[in-house]
Nanobody
Framework: QVQLVESGGGLVQPGGSLRLACAASGSIFSIYVMAWYRQAPGKQRDLVADIHSGGSTNYADSVKGRFTISRDNAKNTVYLQMNSLKPEDTAVYYC?????????????WGQGTQVTVSS
């Protein structure tokens, strides 16, 4: 089995910064794509950013220039550095990863971490 555990959420004032982390553990053979999604109350879950094993990245237009996704392949961990946070960034942030074990290749989700941007 594979587990994704997020950390780093919390309450921050507008203009502030937070860094999220997501560590994958279990019988991992390889991790292809790692990503962050977010879901605000009453809204669908949307992609924030993703990063492929080779390092290429994609960002939602709403976070370009403010958020940076990175990964440490040795630690099976993905990070999301969030700067210049806005109230509209308030959401539950979910980690998502495409993971291969010895017998299976599938997508996994973390449990989510709350980010609240408010004064």
């Amino acid at each position: 089995q594979v587990q994704l555990v997020e950390s780093g959420g919390g309450l921050v004032q507008p203009g502030g910064s937070l860094r999220l982390a997501c560590a994958a553990s279990g019988s991992i053979f390889s991790i292809y794509v790692m990503a962050w999604y977010r879901q605000a109350p009453g809204k669908q879950r949307d992609l924030v950013a993703d990063i492929h094993s080779g390092g290429s990245t994609n960002y939602a237009d709403s976070v370009k220039g403010r958020f940076t996704i990175s990964r440490d392949n040795a630690k099976n961990t993905v990070y999301l550095q969030m700067n210049s946070l806005k109230p509209e960034d308030t959401a539950v942030y979910y980690c998502n990863a495409e993971v291969a074990t010895v017998s299976l290749r599938k997508w996994y989700w973390g449990q989510g971490t709350q980010v609240t941007v408010s004064s």
